[in-house]
């Protein structure tokens, strides 16, 4: 069942099966939506439902030659247009056969090699399929050029325009497709997904917290930087309500270099929305903190948790424009503690 590799996205899913079944899709979608939610491989379900050979059952069927071939990602009607520095990275391109340093943008070139491709008759396929990832990696000559191959577009042919940054492309490029939006993925289906691979469910709970939505971030996550981030949390929060500021001067002065300083004030920032989130009855990000977060956003009063939260965006700017890291972690930590009267 290889649309169900796809998690939580079940209306973009819906949109492109269907418009596939119908022998009627668009000639360009516009795959929107934040890192590590399955955009690139929604492309591929979608390359592959389009060509599969499969003479029964559901397509993509995931294991006939075509299917196959498009997911070693050589189908001759199937072409996956990337950035070089993506392509050495992902290992497609050998960096020694590049001359100079890989580029990091889709060149008029490269646009122009794709569209002479795409002339051409099927080879093997019913559809041409041409994925662009990351889109707004094509520098604007490039997406003028593609814009004219959009304009009239060769038969039987989808453009699958890939980008975390659709606002980052030419309005006239973006108006040529059919937009396909994509959600970042609730906590659970994060949660499930990193289960299903492996990960315990305590674990899995903790990355998930984290992720942003993003099961490419969850993955990529270090178990033992989340475990840093909440000893970190629980020694500021300790900090914060000891009966005295010794505790407090004493973080500062040991996160004095700025980068560290701004690490602290950062998760202090994400940790007081929890706290705003959780004062509203909401479910917080920071999991593993439920339980603190319930007793203190119960405990500090509403003003008193919003000025934490402009205190932190104050702080972090302060430190963006080179404040001393040691005298902005003072003001932070000082701060609340005054805003809580403690
Ligand atoms: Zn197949």
Redesign the pocket.
Same mark, same amino acid.
Do not use: L, N, V
């Given at each position: 069942m290889p649309w169900q590799q796809i998690a939580g996205q079940d209306r973009a899913v819906r949109l492109l099966r269907s418009a596939l079944e119908r022998g009627q899709p668009h000639h360009a979608y516009l795959l929107a939506g934040p890192a590590g939610v399955g955009k690139e491989l929604l492309a591929r379900l979608f390359a592959?439902a389009a060509n !599969?050979?499969?003479v029964s059952g559901e397509?993509? !069927?995931?294991?006939?030659p075509? !299917?196959a071939a498009i997911a070693r990602g050589n189908h001759p009607d199937v072409a996956w247009v990337l950035p070089q520095s993506e392509a050495v990275a992902r290992g497609i391109v050998s960096r020694a056969d590049l001359e100079g340093t890989p580029s990091r943008e889709i060149r008029v070139d490269e646009v122009r090699a794709l569209s002479r491709r795409l002339a051409l008759v099927a080879a093997r396929g019913r559809r041409k399929i041409a994925v662009l990832a990351p889109a707004e990696a094509m520098n604007e000559r490039a997406q003028n050029t593609l814009l004219k191959t959009l304009e009239e577009p060769p038969p039987a042919t989808t453009f699958l325009l890939v980008s975390e940054q659709p606002d980052a492309l030419l309005a006239t490029v973006r108006s040529r497709c059919a937009r396909v939006q994509l959600a970042p993925l609730p906590e659970k289906v994060l949660v499930a997904e990193l289960v299903k691979r492996g990960a315990p469910a305590e674990e899995a709970r903790r990355r998930a917290a984290r992720a942003d939505g993003s099961l490419g971030r969850a993955l990529s996550l270090d178990p033992e930087e989340l475990e840093r981030r909440r000893e970190l949390l629980e020694s500021v929060e300790a900090a914060l309500a000891a009966p005295d500021e010794r505790d407090a001067l004493d973080l500062a002065e040991g996160a004095g270099e700025r980068d560290a300083a701004r690490g602290i004030a950062e998760a202090v920032q994400a940790w007081t929305r929890d706290l705003l989130v959780a004062q509203a009855g909401g479910e917080i990000e920071t999991q593993e903190l439920a339980g603190a977060a319930a007793r203190l956003s119960q405990a500090i009063a509403a003003p008193a948790l919003l000025g934490q939260a402009s205190l932190c965006a104050e702080v972090i700017e302060a430190l963006e424009q080179n404040g001393n890291g040691r005298l902005q972690l003072e003001r932070l930590l000082l701060g609340i503690r005054e805003l809580r009267h403690v």
């Open positions: 592959q !599969c050979e499969a397509q993509p !069927c995931g294991s006939c075509a !299917c």
